[in-house]
């Protein structure tokens, strides 16, 4: 007989296995009991999506507007005031400094030293006051000897050597010490463009309570259909398709833009290490114009694949009013059924 009775039970439909698990409910409760699910459902799932997806939007905004371009920044001072001494020091041995507009080339290095740290300043919270001292210091040096000092070779000497140690001395001068700024704002980046623990926690949260909602909502209809002879209720059909929606378009656009934000990290370590390579004045100096270039480009690619957040922006202010709309609708589809069957009869 329980053998008989299991194998009926196996055989029964997924509808009527519902309806049996239901049937102790009384229809009104039952309605009500949905209609507080889907909106505890609804609220959590709406508040954790949006969250998420805001977090999201702001690492991407971040990195585009700050730490990318302080990492690019600091790169390309660090390369433009080696090369200053490099461009200064070569006019000096070639014997050109007294040729008229020879010392262009040194001059607009240390221009694009001094703006590169000038432009970053409001882009990154590491304290540049130190490095912009020292900045200053090495250009007025470099300029007392190529022209206060320049037929005095002994003083334009001294002054060259003084460049010099302001520019490559071991952790206090300038390129040391825009290293350790590059490798702080690289950490800055990381931690920027990674999603962290409660986000992902937040992630998984919204996609649970999205799953129950659906669920509870399917759920619904089955008892308006079983048990108020009623047709597919279309607050609760809309809901289901948004449900739908907002379970699978902002993950993927999610996932789109972590893999945008990883892509341009690799680019930023491979701009902080292709400037890093160059550790002193001596390097072959079309190694160090080629790091240039190459920092340039990287830079180019960077900004180019952060500042295509149009889509972006879209889906986020779709699932703020997705949100909103799966917990009203709801509300709305089995408020206006109940208050129509039940509460105004009391």
């Not at 656009?253 to 890093?276: F, N, Q």
Request: charged share 20%; net charge positive; glycine share 8%.
């Amino acid at each position: 007989m329980t053998t008989a009775r299991a194998v009926s039970w196996r055989r029964r439909s997924p509808a009527s296995l519902w309806r049996g698990l239901l049937s102790p409910w009384r229809t009104r409760r039952l309605l009500e009991a949905h209609l507080l699910i889907l909106i505890v459902c609804a609220a959590v799932a709406a508040t954790a999506l949006f969250f998420s997806y805001r977090q999201t939007q702001r690492g991407a905004v971040a990195l585009a507007s700050r730490e990318a371009p302080a990492v690019q920044g600091l790169a390309g001072t660090r390369l433009a005031a080696l090369r200053s001494y490099q461009e200064a020091n070569a006019l000096v041995v070639e014997r050109l400094a007294d040729v008229a507009g020879s010392g262009e080339t040194y001059r607009s290095q240390l221009s694009a030293a001094s703006q590169g740290l000038s432009r970053i300043a409001d882009r990154t919270d590491q304290d540049l006051g130190t490095v912009n001292g020292l900045l200053a210091t090495y250009g007025n040096s470099l300029n007392l000897g190529m022209s206060v000092y320049r037929d005095q070779p002994l003083m334009r000497d001294q002054k060259f050597r003084e460049a010099k140690s302001l520019l490559v001395r071991d952790k206090v001068g300038l390129a040391p010490r825009l290293d350790g700024l590059q490798t702080t704002q690289i950490r800055h980046a990381e931690a920027t463009a990674t999603m962290g623990d409660w986000q992902r926690a937040g992630w998984w949260l919204a996609e649970l309570a999205l799953g129950a909602l659906a669920l509870t909502l399917l759920s619904a209809l089955f008892v308006l259909r079983d048990r108020c002879g009623r047709d597919w209720n279309p607050y609760l059909l809309a809901t289901l398709a948004l449900t739908v929606a907002l379970a699978v378009v902002p993950v993927l656009t999610t996932s789109t833009t972590e893999a945008d934000l990883g892509a341009a990290l690799k680019d930023l370590h491979r701009i902080t290490d292709v400037s890093g390579r160059i550790t002193d004045v001596s390097a072959p100096h079309k190694e160090l114009i080629d790091a240039q270039t190459s920092v340039t480009q990287r830079s180019e690619q960077v900004r180019q694949r952060l500042t295509d957040d149009t889509w972006t922006d879209r889906v986020y202010r779709g699932t703020f009013v997705g949100g909103l709309l799966i917990v009203v609708l709801p509300a709305l589809g089995l408020g206006l059924r109940l208050d129509g069957d039940y509460w105004r009869r009391r």
